[in-house]
């Protein structure tokens, strides 16, 4: 059994990094809502939009990097994507 301890270590730069990668998920999950609501069919659109941004997560041209990291990179976008989609449709259901 592999030993987790409950307090990780985060320098001061990674909470500041944190902080921001989460106000940033909350302004466009607040923006997105906002232009779905507009929409004629809202959770069509929401889900248009989804896939449409999977594909782009698919293929968008990275740098050179090993591959395993390029598959962890596409995993975290795509991570992102649905939290922001399904927080979308939770609210808007």
Known sequence: ??????RSFITADQAEQMGADMAIQ????TLFQ???EMADDPRGFRTHVHGE?????A???????PEDTE???RA????ILD??????????G
Not at 26 to 29: G, N
Not at 76 to 79: D, F, P, R
Not at 84 to 92: P, V
């Open 1 to 6: 059994m592999k030993h987790q301890d409950t």
């Open 26 to 29: 909350f302004m466009l999950m």
């Open 34 to 36: 906002l232009v779905s």
């Open 53 to 57: 941004l999977t594909d782009l997560v």
């Open 59 to 65: 293929s968008y041209k990275l740098p050179p990097m």
């Open 71 to 73: 598959r962890k990179v």
């Open 76 to 79: 975290g976008a795509g991570k």
């Open 83 to 92: 939290g922001i989609m399904m927080r979308s449709f939770e609210q808007n």
